[in-house]
């Protein structure tokens, strides 16, 4: 992919209480042109998303963040095949869970949690570190959205919001 970023973006340190979500560099992000790495991502893009189907981005907030406040998911988390990149969210991300973990962990069907709270180790590992990770945070111009991301199999909500998920 050549395309270059273009749009209304920005770049600032932050400390991780001010910046609780954030998708890292090269994660795939499903939009109307198929999956394209979040850093590609440009306002007016038209995104994937759990809850609308098609939404339009607004802009694309850039932030550094410390690898401590990172955690790397494997796509064999929901995916038995373990196909597709490892990928780097905030600790903070909050995703939505559908399978088994949902129901035993929070007695739900579905649960939209921390990713910090998925840790185990192993398919979801908390990174280590004070370098500076890049995160990108999709922000819409109605509201947030749960965006589709690695493949469709991950759905995360770009920022804090209530959020009302069919079963």
């Excluded at 819409?140 to 770009?158: K, S, Y």
Aim: positive net charge; hydrophobic residues 40%; aromatic residues 6%.
């Amino acid at each position: 992919m050549t395309r270059a970023t273009t749009g209304r973006t920005r770049e600032t340190r932050a400390s991780p209480n001010s910046c609780p979500n954030g998708i890292g560099l090269g994660t795939g992000v499903l939009t109307v042109d198929g999956e394209l790495p979040v850093e590609f991502l440009d306002p007016g893009d038209r995104v994937v998303t759990y809850d609308q189907g098609l939404a339009r981005l607004d802009r694309v907030e850039v932030r550094l963040v410390p690898a401590s406040e990172t955690v790397r998911v494997r796509p064999s988390v929901l995916d038995p095949n373990g196909d597709g990149r490892d990928f780097i969210v905030s600790a903070r991300q909050l995703m939505l869970v559908r399978d088994w973990r949902a129901r035993f962990l929070w007695n739900r069907p579905i649960a939209l949690v921390e990713a910090r709270q998925l840790v185990d180790g192993a398919h979801v590992a908390r990174r280590s570190g004070e370098a500076p990770v890049r995160l990108f945070q999709l922000v819409f111009g109605d509201r947030q959205h749960l965006v589709e991301i690695a493949g469709g199999n991950f759905q995360l909500a770009p920022a804090r919001m209530p959020v009302r998920v069919r079963c």
